[in-house]
């Protein structure tokens, strides 16, 4: 292949899970679709953290499936150097997956149990390249100096470590190929409160030093809004806001991402206010509403909310939503 | 107006053993708090605080390896620790009542609405029929579930997971506690769900005088719902403070390690990390059991365990060197 530059590591274009619900025993035929992702276009560039925050049913975690290539998408397509993931041949596919890592909520699902953390940690390599012995151990020697792991721990199994630990050994093994994106679904949810932010610093750290892009799945906006230069807010399969951290977060626009902010618990009693809470619940995937997907819970719907579904239009310089009522931000709730 | 004090615990100390008692986990060590009616208190801490294994000495709902080894729990003047199974089994939803924090777990996934709301008041009330229907219905509506005839003859799983909490919610509600304890009850439920339920709670203790202890680790909540703080760390008290006193200025070191890691979106600096691991409670270490990872900690930390320092009126912290405001 030759030698082309991209200017972007990851181009998501349109991609749609649709998954089929059967019914019928002998003649199994689809009753409805749930539609984890229903048209999701993204880019991800050299260096750039996109948070993507949604709440239950948004898609967040099926996007990361697809990219890991544990699911084929029903449409659409994610390009890595102008090639479509799913059509890769088997070299550019081991290249694929070298460049892709990624990093699990759950630190203790996410590493086998019977595998001791050197062996964890390069895996991914005896898949993929050809080291000699020797080389994989200062490897190894090397991931786990990254993290803040002591070397000492190499030959200990995962259950004889705490959270933070394993969760650093899950990063040891996502830089160890020398990935370029690391998809890091929740990375912290499952810690201690006080661990938390070292994982964190150290993701951050690492992201600097190492140049790397991360796909950040996360609900807490708060902790994404931290780590990311860019942040997606989805809402049942598609994206409704997309911008920079700061210009998101000063001149939100979507209705859902001002609810997700309003919702948002005060950093001090004395910030506590009242304020309107979201009403109804999240609607389920087997049943997108029409037109705008979110106009059943939106403060200001309009008519044409309820018939033609909006597309993510630029609305500043790099922020986009995908909104009838864009430009008319609610009252009170951006900060 | 005097306040009556509902909940005194006293010294309450609660051990794991394991087989043959080779290893102790203190989980709870020589706890000492009092709750007063109409209260909203949060119990902070991270996972191995013993905040849970509080609540569970105080509904006497221990795992067989867990023993209340001393102490006094004393709910309306009587001490539950002295009282029989069948006894407690009398206080337990009718006078005590307690929301976990995953709904698929306290949900039986083979019954319905309908039956699980109707257990809890069938055992504590003599409801029946039509009367106990009634109940169950007004009791969905006061959790704010609509549509309550449809929603008692569904299943847990065809319900969300804010539903499903609220259904829990209704259930411990049902025979009017005078307490409810929330065991991370909102830890599960999506941001906007979660603000829904604590506006929930708040409601409920508007409506019915209910007194809210809140067991968390997310100071968000304690901000948004609570007046006073209890903050665990290694199984003891080490601060308790009403609640714009601890944000303002924490005076244990642990409490401020908190605070300076938290999230929030108000201001997105730069936050400081807590260093090194929550400790193992088999295994202490001596003097102060927060001193491996307190910026402050001298010698004197290391060797001796501090003891609770009163600081102002309902403050107090356990440390040689309370921050000063």
Same mark, same amino acid.
Not at chain 1, 251 to 278: C, F, G, M, W
Not at chain 2, 33 to 45: C, H, Q, S
């Given at each position: ?28 035929? /689809?009753?409805g679709?749930v539609k ?20 239950s049913g ?10 890991? %290539?544990? &699911? ?5 397509? @994610? ?35 019977? %595998?001791? @953390? ?7 390599? &005896? ?7 020797? &080389?994989? &151990? ?8 990254? /993290? ?44 201690? @409160? ?42 049942l ?39 309107? @809470?979201?009403?109804?619940e999240i609607a389920s995937p087997l049943n997108v ?47 | +107006? ?68 001393? !102490? ?20 337990? !939803? ?66 969300s ?20 304890? #929330? ?36 100071? !968000? ?10 903050? +665990? ?54 003097? #102060?059991?927060?001193?491996?990872? #307190? ?31």
């Open positions: 292949m030759e030698k082309k530059e991209f200017d972007y590591l990851l181009q998501i274009r349109d991609l749609k899970m649709h998954f089929p619900v059967k019914a019928g025993i002998i003649l199994d035929h /689809v009753i679709w984890a992702l229903d048209g999701v276009d993204l880019t991800i560039k050299h260096r750039q953290v996109v948070g993507l925050v949604g709440e948004s898609g967040k975690t099926t996007l990361a499936k697809v990219l890991l %290539l544990l &699911e084929k998408p029903t449409n659409g397509e @994610v390009l890595f150097k102008g090639k479509d993931i799913h059509s890769l041949d088997v070299s550019e596919l081991k290249a694929y997956r070298r460049t892709i890592q990624a990093v699990f909520q759950d630190p203790f699902a996410s590493l086998s149990p019977r %595998l001791r @953390v050197k062996e964890i940690i390069t895996e991914p390599l &005896e898949v993929s390249s050809t080291l000699s012995k020797e &080389e994989l &151990e200062n490897k190894v020697g090397e991931a786990m100096h990254m /993290v803040g792991l002591d070397t000492g721990l190499r030959r200990v199994y995962p259950h004889e470590l705490s959270g933070g630990q394993r969760q650093r050994v899950a990063i040891a093994r996502a830089i160890s190929t020398e990935s370029k994106i690391i998809i890091l679904d929740e990375p912290t949810s499952a810690l201690d @409160v006080s661990v938390r932010l070292q994982i964190i610093h150290l993701l951050m750290d690492l992201q600097k030093t190492l140049e790397l892009s991360y796909l950040l799945i996360g609900h807490d906006l708060a902790m994404v809004a931290y780590m990311s230069t860019d942040i997606a807010v989805m809402y399969g598609k994206i409704v806001e997309f911008g920079e951290t700061k210009e998101l977060l000063k001149n939100t626009t979507h209705p859902y991402t001002q609810a997700l902010i309003a919702a948002s618990l005060p950093d001090h009693p004395r910030d506590k206010r009242e304020r309107t @809470v979201l009403s109804g509403p029409p037109g705008c997907r979110f106009h059943p819970r939106c403060p200001g719907k309009k008519s044409i909310c309820r018939e033609q579904e909006p597309s993510l239009v630029p609305v500043g310089d790099n922020h986009w939503v995908a909104c009838h009522l864009d430009g008319q931000k609610a009252a009170s709730s951006s900060i | +107006m005097e306040k009556k004090t509902l909940l005194q615990v006293v010294g309450l100390t609660t051990y794991f053993f394991s087989f043959a008692r080779t290893r102790i986990v203190k989980a709870v060590d020589n706890v000492s708090f009092e709750v007063n009616a109409g209260d909203r208190l949060a119990l902070i801490g991270e996972s191995g605080c013993g905040k849970s294994t509080v609540a569970a000495s105080l509904l006497r709902v221990l795992p067989p390896s867990g023993e209340t080894v001393s !102490g006094k729990i004393l709910f309306e003047g009587e001490d539950l620790l002295q009282k029989s199974n069948k006894e407690m089994t009398q206080i337990r !939803g009718r006078k005590i009542a307690m929301i976990l924090q995953d709904p698929m777990m306290s949900l039986d996934p083979v019954f319905t609405i309908g039956e699980q709301i109707g257990e809890t008041l069938k055992q504590h009330t003599s409801l029946r029929g039509d009367s106990l229907i009634q109940r169950i219905k007004e009791l969905l509506l006061a959790v704010q579930i609509p549509e309550p005839e449809r929603r008692i003859k569904q299943w847990p799983h065809e319900m997971g804010g539903m499903r909490q609220r259904i829990v919610g209704s259930i411990a509600i049902s025979c009017e506690p005078k307490l409810l304890i #929330c065991d991370e009850a909102t830890t599960n439920l999506d941001v906007t769900i979660q603000l829904q339920y604590l506006n929930l709670l708040k409601d409920l203790q508007r409506n019915t005088g209910v007194t809210l202890v809140f067991i968390t680790h997310n100071l !968000g909540i304690v901000a948004e719902l609570c007046e006073y703080v209890i903050v +665990m760390y290694a199984g003891k008290i080490v601060e308790r403070a009403p609640v714009v006193d601890v944000f303002d200025s924490p005076a244990h070191p642990y409490t401020k390690a908190l605070l300076d890691a938290a999230f929030g979106l108000q201001v997105l600096r730069k936050r400081r990390p807590i260093p090194g691991e929550p400790p193992n409670l088999a295994n202490l270490p001596p003097g #102060c059991s927060f001193n491996p990872r #307190c910026v402050y900690a001298d010698d004197r930390c290391r060797k001796e365990e501090p003891p609770e320092v009163t600081l102002a009126a309902a403050r107090s912290a356990q440390c040689w060197y309370p921050i000063k405001a």
